[in-house]
């Protein structure tokens, strides 16, 4: 899934292009030109049509469960875009392996909000894999109702302002590319429009985003790092479709991508479908009070408890690590048994019986002894096992 993350960016990024005129290619680009002028409110969703396993995953039981298992992801929810306002309020719900989780984002200007209402559903799926993350309602209790304010210093790493700037430049770019692209690739049946998007599209837009990104100094940490390899793992094949419906403004985005068997998974293929539909939902864009606002200090407080014992577990293993890294160093001979401790071992070897001992039970304990022992030490103790 990885693979298709920057595609899918690239591709949901039509659907805030600008446009005008009355063509099929034209009444496209109208409908995604009203989608960032006027204020809006849209029901989306996002299912799994299809996955189809690789020729040699089939039969494969495990496989066929992991299939059902992604099948039964479903994704419902509302967008609501408050053009005057410059805010935004994407709400979601997401089902997955039983649980529903829901997921909120709000943002106005440059500040973003995340719901931390989602921690719930994320501990009891954990919980499945045998994950220690908190699940006590103590500490559930205090994520409720709270919003994580995401554009804090403390918790991007990035210039918001270099990212708006860069996301505005990046709009015009996408714009222009498809304001550019032949009139035959956008066809009209009755009431719906349809243009496809190719991996094609989807490289060249990347590659766009990249030049960009290298054009100003102020937007040099976007560059996206090993670019012609990520280029090079996209899936085999990308297809979008986008049915746009002119006379109720609903949106269907299926997207299909097909991986190539060199990349060794047990997927040939998958669809995904997508659907934007508008409603009369529009109401005011409410940001978090103050007390619904924490910060990450917050919330590594809540989860103290839970971090230290990790961090403890985290620090036990890598002292383990060190200490027989160490071992093995001196083993490798940078360690010499001192005199006294040497003399102590030559007593209690003399003290041993060693006649029953074959030749090659001998050289077996020289071996272990030899990395702990000067060449004098060393033939000191042969002596030992010869004479014995």
């Not at 035959?184 to 009755?190: G, I």
């Not at 998974?265 to 009369?280: A, H, R, T």
């Not at 039970?361 to 060393?378: A, G, I, M, W």
Request: proline share 2%; net charge negative.
């Amino acid at each position: 899934m990885k693979k298709i993350k920057l595609a899918l960016l690239i591709i949901l990024s039509v659907i805030i292009l600008a446009g005008c005129g009355k063509s099929a290619k034209e009444e496209f680009f109208d409908y995604t030109k009203k989608n960032v002028t006027e204020n809006s409110s849209n029901d989306i969703s996002m299912t799994i049509k299809d996955i189809k396993l690789t020729a040699d995953m089939k039969d494969s039981p495990e496989a066929n469960v992991m299939v059902t298992q992604l099948k039964d992801i479903k994704v419902t929810g509302s967008m609501q875009h408050d053009v005057s306002e410059k805010a935004t309020n994407t709400k979601l719900n997401i089902e997955a392996l039983g649980q529903k989780i829901p997921l909120e984002f709000i943002s106005k200007n440059d500040d973003m909000y995340f719901s931390l209402d989602i921690f719930r559903g994320i501990s009891k799926i954990a919980s499945q894999f045998n994950s220690e993350l908190p699940s006590d309602e103590k500490t559930l209790s205090a994520f409720d109702g709270k919003y994580l304010k995401i554009t804090d210093a403390d918790t991007l790493e990035i210039d918001s302002k270099s990212a708006t700037n860069l996301t505005k430049e990046f709009q015009k770019e996408v714009s222009n590319y498809f304001t550019s692209l032949d009139e035959e690739r956008f066809t009209k049946e009755n009431d719906v429009v349809t243009f496809k998007l190719t991996k094609k599209d989807v490289v060249v837009l990347a590659e766009k985003f990249n030049t960009l990104s290298k054009s100003k100094k102020e937007y040099k940490e976007f560059v996206i790092p090993d670019f012609d390899e990520m280029i090079k793992n996209l899936p085999k094949a990308l297809d979008a479709k986008f049915n746009l419906n002119t006379k109720t403004n609903d949106l269907a985005v299926a997207l299909t991508s097909t991986f190539d068997k060199k990349d060794e998974g047990f997927i040939d293929s998958i669809e995904v479908l997508y659907n934007y539909k508008p409603n009369d939902k529009q109401v005011a864009i409410k940001l978090p009070a103050k007390k619904e606002i924490v910060n990450v200090k917050e919330i590594e407080a809540i989860l103290a408890p839970y971090l230290s014992d990790e961090l403890d577990e985290e620090l036990d293993e890598e002292l383990d690590e060190e200490l027989d890294e160490e071992l093995d160093e001196e083993l490798d001979g940078d360690f010499n048994m001192a005199d006294d401790e040497f003399k102590e071992l030559v007593k209690e070897l003399e003290k041993e019986d060693f006649s029953s001992f074959s030749a090659a039970e001998s050289d077996e304990l020289l071996e272990e002894y030899e990395p702990l022992l000067t060449e004098k030490q060393y033939k000191t103790i042969e002596k030992i096992f010869k004479n014995k």
